[in-house]
């Protein structure tokens, strides 16, 4: 992502210097700066409340070049701004104020009046937008401690036809006010939780609350920070609040843990907002007329975020894909769609390929390697289709004793059965040693009566204790309809750990007798951990045996997992750090936080990789790669297994395609795979 602001580092000072000295202003000479909003075209508008007590000179500027230039003027003391699309949502003594960013003669219009609100408004405080729903959030400060109120406001109605309203908002409502909320304040900074939660600071207590929008219910998770003012999210699940009274800028690292200390020496922290780099949070400070950028990072557990000087490269640029024509029988060009990477364990090195649509490929690990061989055909029972992406030949995974037993077990989508998947035990032929005979075929397991098409998952992998781990996403679906990922009476939303070198109780396969469940009521034994959504990709690490998973979100965030026995994720009630739905909880023993969050600014579909222990790259031993589908980015994430937090999280090279898969050759090396109409499909990292 361009960096369209300068970035004022601060990691090289220590941390208590850092929360004494102020970093260097972004701008100054500013007339009572009061809130911040950066556009991702680089702009960043700031509210100027101009004299005090002075109506008329207050005003929107732009920051440029450290200089603030004019956008809106004639307001009277404005203060908090938000942006959504083409909105610039601003609140002063008239009400609550909309400006097109984007127009030719920008001016401010009054949406909702200050007379309007349930109770008149004493001294409106800030405004944020749900940049899905485009519904409105705002404080109003109330007057010495009384009278203050967190207002809803709904997004337009739809015109019924051309010219027919639709342009002024739907319904205002109180969420929070002394009668809801005792001992409230002075509501000040707000900001949402996800859709179906906000956030508010209280400046005249310290406190930080969480309002769940379904019942208006209100939760404490967050005191301590004098004067507390603004509040902004960082792209990884970090929360930073301002201290107006103190001068001093705060951060939650993760949910439930305390406000560290970021910054100090300000005047009076006003408002904050992300810069459209992600990495710094800017201050208004009202007092000494600045807007100061802070690097976005917690004093003494920072995270790298330099690129590393890697690039990535076609790996086996010369092979042949045998039977495989880009241009099909019809003539419509029929991609490659290579979705596993992976090894026999048998000491033959050699690298197998399975394909979405259901061959599965082997060639020699050798960058200079031509020829590939069909060791599994079945796309006669395989289904496929572009429409339906997600399903397919999804999961493939060579017994850990291949050598010995010849067993290799497949994730796929059966072609003549509707919204149903199987794991099955193939065989090598004993008529051709070299492939697996079709016919062999062994279901193990079958996941039926599936509503939706969508979310299956579909990584297999062996673990170091032997056995078969197999993930299905949740069903299908947005918000998990059917509430499968905290029904441990279905293996819906599940990592399951089988035993498929024994068979029970009627079943193609046995349970482990140290399985987490095994033995309690109305709980599938099968299942290892639950409350997923649709892990895509799974690998365990081959070092230290951790199970790591990448979890494609749904509204906001991506998040990074390392699986534990009997762990709960939290689906559909959490969404990575974060409450989700009308039922969302807040985080709590019972449930396991993911190691890494990302925003959808930053990606919005995560393709989970591996733990890389090859040779041939040492500096990135340990390190988890991934990626991003939707926008094609790469990174390598380290994590501190003593410290329990993420110490790196470093981009690789952009390679500009989107990745669906990772894979590890016998030797510990990563590739990812790309869907490809060329043939070169599998990409490595190189210096």
Known sequence: MTR????????????????????????????????????????????????????????????????????????????????????????????????????????????????????????????????????????????????????????????????????????????????KLKGLHTPGGVAMDGASHVLFTDAGTGKVYRVKLADRTSDLIAEGVDGASGLAWDYYGRLFVSGGASGKLFVIPRPGEKPVPVAGGLKSAGDLCLDASGANVLVADATAGTVTAVAAQVPGAEVDFSPLPLKTEVAFPDLKWEGWDAEGATGRVVPLRPLVLTHAGDGSNRVFVATQQGVVYTFANDQKATETNVVLDIRDRVKYNDNTNEEGLLGLAFHPKFKEKGEVFIFYTPKKENKVNVVSRFRVSKADPTKLDPASEEQVLRYENKLFWNHDGGTICFGPDGFLYVIHGDGGMGGDPQENGQNLNTLYGKILRLDVDQKADGKNYAVPKDNPFVGKN????????????????????????????????????????????????????????HPFGPKGVRENKGMIDPVWEYHHDVGKSITGGGVYRGKALPELDGHYLYADYVTSRLWALKYDEGAKRVTANRPIKDPQRPVVSFGEDENGEIYFLTVTNTGKGIYRFTK
Do not use: C
Not at 29 to 38: K, T, W
Not at 153 to 160: E, G, L, Q, S, T
Not at 528 to 541: E, H, L, Q
């Open 4 to 179: 369209y602001l300068s970035l004022l580092l601060l990691l090289g000072a220590p941390a208590g210097a850092r929360a004494a000295e102020p970093p260097k202003p972004l701008a100054s000479g500013l007339a009572h700066p009061q809130s911040i909003a950066a556009a991702q075209d680089g702009r960043v508008f700031v509210s100027l409340a101009g004299e005090p007590g002075k109506d008329g000179d207050g005003s929107v500027a732009v920051i440029k070049d450290g200089k603030a230039t004019p956008f809106v003027t004639g307001l009277n003391d404005p203060k908090g701004l938000a942006l959504f699309r083409n909105w610039l949502y601003v609140v002063d003594k008239a009400g609550l104020l909309r400006v097109n960013v984007f127009g030719k003669d920008p001016k401010a219009e009054v949406y909702v009046p200050a007379d309007k609100f349930p109770v008149a408004a004493k001294a409106l405080a800030d405004v944020v937008a749900d940049p899905e729903s485009g519904t409105v959030f705002v404080t109003d400060a109330g007057a010495n401690g009384s009278g203050g109120a967190l207002y809803r406001v709904a997004p337009p109605a739809a015109p019924k036809g051309p010219g027919q309203g639709g342009r002024g908002p739907g319904t205002v409502d109180v969420l929070v006010d002394a009668t």
């Open 522 to 577: 109305d709980t599938r034994p099968e299942i290892w951990a639950y409350g997923v959504r649709n892990i895509w990709r799974m690998s365990f690490d081959r070092k230290t045996g951790r199970l790591w998973a990448g979890e494609v979100g749904q509204n906001l965030y991506e998040e990074i997992n390392i699986i534990e026995k009997g762990g709960n994720y939290g689906w559909n009630l959490r969404e990575s750090f």
